[in-house]
């Protein structure tokens, strides 16, 4: 009946999935021993000269910087989200830290081998023939990218997708036009700390009419210790374009908290369409609470032109705290804004996270899909935002938010938010908060399936809505990750 | 009738291939079973034995323990058993945990199916399966060899196509839950199956298809436990042997002849007989 050959495949498949399933420990929790440049820790305008300086950067973005710090230095750190959060001390972390290499390398060859090494190890080789076809990288760690692979190829159709600074520098009129025009350094307090001190980050262009043809992703890896890391995306899709982008993040296992405060910017214009995922593995801390990342992350797109589309998806399941609402602003008429996210915490994680959707244009919709798990001792809130302007009618919005519990020393908590200004807008929140039951696991146990096979064929449906709108190449990632951020929490 | 066809599709599943089909050995053994849930005792004093080949059916009126007996043999853990014993072709089966049962062939049919949001029936169905193959030492069905197995199978109890891309018994009605209990059941085919009020809530057209799928999974090598509240299944499947469950004591076990006798008498009849007897 199976053809041997595809059977013993399928096996070793499957033993893979379970050998990944069954490791409890945190897998990309290793360190890479590479010299690394760093400024001194601290923060002032002499060290964002130092970071502007090092970068070489164009005055008018060293005083934007330097704009920021100042306004920052006039803000406290919010304190209306449902977490506690221990107080950081902004002068210990260390604002840049690269990984030495010679030259800026001009082909893979030029790559400093340990650090192919380390992303070999991640699973995202730099090499464009190993990598799966139809997906561009770039690489940052620390505070610089590495290699943005596929960028010649993309050039062809007039794509720009580079690194930050080389789009300071080769692009220095887009990044100005763009940079703060959708989260300006006044926006809040982790965005003004982002604008004075960000590092690296992806740029892309994506211009008229053109569908790019490859999913775009930035892998973001956290190396040094003490170190913060501030990365900028801009991400700007001309008229009638549509690209898909995708960001990892991953980093070693320690026992001090590591900060990770970053901006991502999206403008999408007329008729364009862009679809934003992210599967989030930063470091969560280990089953006391000790240490992990606290993702801090500003994230938020632009509706400008009429028709234009933004969706976000996320899955969530790394770090200590997140703090974190990817929002659209649906200026354009009859624009439209997705949200959709699965956010898992287990042992000590806190996560507070959502979206807001602010309507504008006339005849624009958003939707807004939650699924938060919690597992363990967690506390796990969603918070969204629906906020629709005088002038904007016709306005529709759906926004589903589930939670599901598994256990009873963890929390689950929804802070919806409606604020409508025009009578003939339709807002509709639906919201539910379920447990696993036992009748749900021995109904499976029964049909021959154990108890953590249940759990986890549970789980991936509850999220399958959101998983579905991942790029088909992260889905299966983001199915595996899930099992792994719920191991050992049943039972 | 396409008994014969069916048995020779069945013996050549290497599993059953390796009992001698002409001889019936014992399946089931239950000994002096008392069982309790959160301290109250439900079933006093089982004793059962099953042998392959046969149908046993067993009655009994409301809260008499049926389900109890049903989910104890099953494994699920909040059923005490306070004392006797259940062995399972000689293995205690008392010991093993719910799943190891479920992959040594045995199958309960709820009275109760659960729902399973955003689970796939196709998807649960292949986890099912395939672990009972890992279990067997048989390597996972490639997706095509699955989808085919499946067709099959929902064939041969008439199961509606589309319910197996909806999700696990989501939105389904109480007819096409049962059904869907016998469509796994024709899937896992299981050695020892038990069926736990399958019947309820059925019209006569769904009953007809459920006893028919029962009917053909059935053969020299498995055994099927019905457990009814009314005779009229019985009309279809045909048991072995009728045991009378009442007030958690098996209190009477005879051939088929016993339902029909129930079913003119009612349950009052047992229990006068077994007030009376009581005293004893």
Known sequence: MVTSEGATEMENNQDRIIHEVTQNEYKYGFYTDIETELVPPGLNEDIIRMISGRKKEPEWLLEWRLKAFRHWQTMKMPSWAHLKIPEINYQDIIYFAAPRQKVKPESLDDVDPQLRETFDKLGIPLDEQKRLTGVAVDAVMDSVSIKTTFSETLAELGIIFCSFSDAVKNHPDLVRQYLGSVVPYTDNYFAALNSAVFSDGSFCYVPRGVRCPMELSTYFRINAANTGQFERTLLVADEESYVSYLEGCTAPMRDENQLHAAVVEIVSMRKAEVKYSTVQNWYPGDKEGKGGIYNFVTKRGMCKGDYSKISWTQVETGSAITWKYPSCILRGNNSTGEFYSVAVTNNHQQADTGTKMIHIGKNSSSTIVSKGISAGHSQNSYRGLVKVLKNATNVRNFSQCDSLLLGDKCGAHTFPYIEVENSSAVVEHEATTSKISEEQIFYCNQRGINLENAVNLIVNGYAKEVLNKLPMEFAVEAQKLLQISLEGSVG | ?280
């Open chain 2, 1 to 280: 009738m396409t008994h014969y066809s069916l048995l020779t599709f069945f013996s050549s599943d290497s599993r059953l291939t390796t009992h001698d089909s002409r001889n019936l050995l014992v399946m089931l053994q239950i000994k002096n079973l008392s069982v309790s849930i959160q301290g109250k005792q439900i079933l006093y004093d089982i004793n059962l034995e099953i042998k392959t080949g046969e149908v046993h059916a067993i009655m009994g009126p409301n809260g008499s323990g049926k389900s109890t007996l049903a989910t104890t043999l099953a494994g699920r853990e909040n059923m005490e058993v306070t004392h006797g014993s259940v062995t399972y072709f000689g293995e205690n089966l008392l010991e093993m945990p719910p799943e190891e049962r479920a992959r040594k062939g045995i199958f309960l049919g709820f009275q109760y199916p659960v729902e399973i949001p955003g689970v796939s029936m196709v998807n649960f169905m292949k986890t099912a399966v395939n672990e009972q193959r890992k279990y067997r030492g048989l390597p996972p069905f490639s997706a095509a060899d699955f989808l085919k197995f499946m067709r099959e199978k929902k064939d041969l109890v008439s199961f509606d196509s589309q319910l197996t891309n909806r999700s696990v018994n989501e939105g389904f009605s109480g007819g096409e839950k049962k059904k869907n209990e016998i469509f796994q059941m024709a899937m896992l085919e299981p050695v020892l199956a038990i069926l736990d009020e399958t019947d309820s809530g059925l019209d006569i057209d769904a009953l007809r298809i459920v006893a028919n799928g029962v009917n053909k999974l059935k053969n020299q090598n498995n055994a099927t436990l019905v457990i009814t509240h009314y005779q009229r299944l019985l009309d279809y499947i045909i048991p072995d042997f009728v045991h009378v469950l009442y007030d958690g004591r098996i209190v009477k076990s005879s051939g088929k002849e016993l339902a029909l006798i129930l079913e003119e008498k009612g349950y009052d009849w047992i229990r006068k007989e077994y007030s009376n007897g009581a005293g004893m």
